[in-house]
Nanobody, 128 residues
Framework: QVQLVESGGGLVQAGGSLRLSCAAS????????MGWFRQAPGKEREFVAT??????????VYADSVKGRFTVSRDNARNTVYLQMNSLRPEDTAVYYC???????????????????WGQGTQVTVSS
């Protein structure tokens, strides 16, 4: 069982930055692939970024809409995954969720149904 708690959301002006954190419980965090998703009002949940476990330390994938602006990283010693968000736009406004799955692969990492554990979400609001 893994419990995830997001933090770091808030209100920011367009062009600003935020860093989201997702703290995970459990002693095997380093074995879990981690994803970030978001859901805006009236829209479906969408993939944002993922970091999977690999022999090289971690592989990442980003949605086209955030590529070059967002960076996902993890600190296994702290059981935490981060989402650094720069150059924020009003269309980035959403509730952001982190999710975890043991044995996550890049090929399936964009499918929210693949993830076994979810946090409660943190609100990000970008004003124009």
């Amino acid at each position: 069982q893994v419990q995830l708690v997001e933090s770091g959301g808030g209100l920011v002006q367009a062009g600003g930055s935020l860093r989201l954190s997702c703290a995970a419980s459990g002693r095997t965090f380093s074995s879990y692939g981690m994803g970030w998703f978001r859901q805006a009002p009236g829209k479906e949940r969408e993939f944002v970024a993922t970091i999977v476990v690999s022999w090289s330390g971690g592989n990442t994938v980003y949605a086209d809409s955030v590529k070059g602006r967002f960076t996902v990283s993890r600190d296994n010693a702290r059981n935490t995954v981060y989402l650094q968000m720069n150059s924020l736009r009003p269309e980035d406004t959403a509730v952001y969720y982190c999710a975890a799955k043991l044995g996550l692969t890049l090929a399936t990492s964009q499918d929210s149904h693949r993830y076994a554990y979810w946090g409660q979400g943190t609100q990000v609001t970008v004003s124009s």
